[in-house]
């Protein structure tokens, strides 16, 4: 078993040479942008939180498992009219999750959640590093190195800008990334950006929506992420794939769930 976990290390060392400098190009972006066009557009008209759109049987589902601390989470497809959005040279990775904390509130979630000088030790090791760039109101631009690791480890630096709003019982903050760039030889002397959009294509961009309503004596969270990767090349599927695809989903699962934890404390 040693060995062959070995072997698997040192094939995916390879791949991950021989798939370096991939570009970015422009049909790829906007196939994202007219993706996140779409999202943003249902997210205006749909209940506030996902849930409420789901058959009763479902809904219920849901609803008994976050009230039991656990985590909901879901793949998202999101269309124009009937038909998927074909994304040349890349693949667009979009999840949905929900939790619920009792006792919880608005003002204690807004905090964690803008608190973004601090998010390098609430989301470690996740988040490596970070740092608020500005803020005018409710909307702030900040920076975070991302450390994500599936047989191979990648680092990115990335920079946010987050737009929050405020009702009486529900607030949400819509995060769009302004710049994304793989690092190379990352903690060391020879560390280096990788010129953006011509590198090896874990993330190019990345979305996140985030919804919060107090109801039944707590707080429900929603979070939905939409992430752009490069596509998976044929023969490198088994090595490759399980990175681009997975990470997404475990990122989103540990930022709810550590989000959750952080506020059970504070409530």
């Given at each position: 078993?040693?060995?062959?976990?070995?072997?698997?290390?040192?094939?995916?060392?390879?791949?991950?040479?021989?798939?370096?400098?991939?570009?970015?190009?422009?049909?790829?972006?906007?196939?994202?942008?007219?993706?996140?066009?779409?999202?943003?557009?249902?997210?205006?008209?749909?209940p506030f939180l996902r849930?409420?759109?789901?058959?009763?049987?479902?809904?219920?589902?849901?609803?008994?498992?976050?009230?039991?601390?656990?985590?909901?989470?879901?793949?998202?497809?999101?269309?124009?009219?009937?038909?998927?959005?074909?994304?040349?040279?890349?693949?667009?990775?979009?999840?949905?999750?929900?939790?619920?904390?009792?006792?919880?509130?608005?003002?204690?979630?807004?905090?964690?959640?803008?608190?973004?000088?601090?998010?390098?030790?609430?989301?470690?090791?996740?988040?490596?590093?970070?740092?608020?760039?500005?803020?005018?109101?409710?909307?702030?631009?900040?920076?975070?190195?991302?450390?994500?690791?599936?047989?191979?480890?990648?680092?990115?630096?990335?920079?946010?800008?987050?737009?929050?709003?405020?009702?009486?019982?529900?607030?949400?903050?819509?995060?769009?990334?302004?710049?994304?760039?793989?690092?190379?030889?990352?903690?060391?002397?020879?560390?280096?950006?990788?010129?953006?959009?011509?590198?090896?294509?874990?993330?190019?961009?990345?979305?996140?929506?985030?919804?919060?309503?107090?109801?039944?004596?707590?707080?429900?969270?929603?979070?939905?992420?939409?992430?752009?990767?490069?596509?998976i090349p044929t023969g490198?599927?088994?090595?490759?794939?399980?990175?681009?695809?997975?990470?997404?989903?475990?990122?989103?699962?540990?930022?709810?769930?550590?989000?959750?934890?952080?506020?059970?404390?504070?409530?």
């Amino acid at each position: 078993m040693t060995c062959r976990w070995a072997f698997v290390v040192l094939l995916a060392l390879a791949a991950s040479a021989t798939l370096s400098a991939v570009e970015l190009r422009t049909p790829t972006v906007a196939a994202f942008d007219r993706y996140v066009r779409a999202t943003e557009a249902q997210l205006r008209m749909e209940p506030f939180l996902r849930v409420g759109s789901l058959p009763p049987a479902r809904r219920a589902e849901v609803l008994a498992l976050v009230n039991r601390g656990e985590l909901s989470i879901d793949v998202v497809k999101t269309l124009e009219g009937d038909r998927e959005i074909d994304v040349p040279g890349g693949m667009i990775h979009h999840w949905v999750g929900t939790v619920f904390v009792p006792g919880a509130t608005i003002d204690q979630a807004l905090k964690l959640l803008q608190d973004y000088d601090h998010h390098e030790r609430i989301y470690s090791p996740s988040i490596a590093k970070s740092k608020l760039l500005s803020r005018n109101g409710d909307r702030f631009r900040f920076f975070l190195r991302y450390a994500m690791t599936k047989v191979i480890t990648v680092v990115v630096n990335s920079e946010h800008e987050a737009n929050f709003t405020r009702g009486a019982d529900r607030a949400e903050g819509w995060i769009h990334s302004t710049r994304i760039a793989e690092v190379e030889n990352p903690n060391t002397p020879g560390e280096r950006e990788k010129p953006v959009g011509n590198d090896d294509g874990y993330m190019w961009r990345l979305n996140t929506y985030w919804r919060l309503l107090a109801r039944d004596g707590g707080l429900y969270i929603q979070c939905e992420s939409i992430s752009l990767t490069r596509g998976i090349p044929t023969g490198f599927g088994w090595i490759i794939g399980p990175f681009v695809t997975s990470i997404p989903k475990e990122s989103l699962t540990f930022t709810l769930e550590t989000t959750r934890k952080q506020l059970v404390r504070a409530s």
